[in-house]
C-alpha cells in the first residue's frame, strides 16, 4: 500500500497523484498534507522489504530520483510513502 503526502503548497496535489497511481493499477490508502509544504524534492520511502515491481512502478510513473530504504521521520502502517516535493508540480 502506498501512503501520499503533499509537501507543496498546492491544494490537491496528493489527491490527484493518488489518482494517477490508482489509474496504473497501484493501491493508494491514504493521501494527505506534510509536516511541511517547503519540500523541494519528491522522497520515496521504501519500507515494503522487497516489493521492487511496486517500488520501480512509483519510481516510474512520478519520475523520482530519491529512494530511501527505512522507515521516515512519522508512523505509517503503509508499505511506500511518498513525499510530493516543488520537482512533482507540473
Known amino acids: 500500500t502506498i501512503q501520499i503526502a503533499n509537501g507543496t503548497g498546492v491544494p490537491g496535489l496528493a489527491e490527484k497523484t493518488a ?12 493521501f494527505s498534507n506534510a509536516d511541511n509544504n517547503n519540500y523541494l ?3 520515496l520511502y521504501d519500507k515494503s522489504q522487497n516489493k521492487t515491481a511496486t ?3 512509483i519510481i516510474s510513473i512520478l519520475k523520482l530520483s530519491d529512494v530511501i530504504t527505512g522507515p521516515p521521520n ?3 502502517q503503509t508499505d511506500f510513502i511518498i513525499i510530493l516535493g516543488q ?3 507540473k
Open 41 to 43: 524534492t519528491s522522497v
Open 74 to 76: 512519522f508512523d505509517s
Open 19 to 30: 489518482r494517477e497511481l490508482t489509474s496504473r493499477g497501484l493501491k493508494v490508502s491514504l
Open 55 to 57: 517500488r520501480e512502478a
Open 87 to 89: 520537482d512533482s508540480i
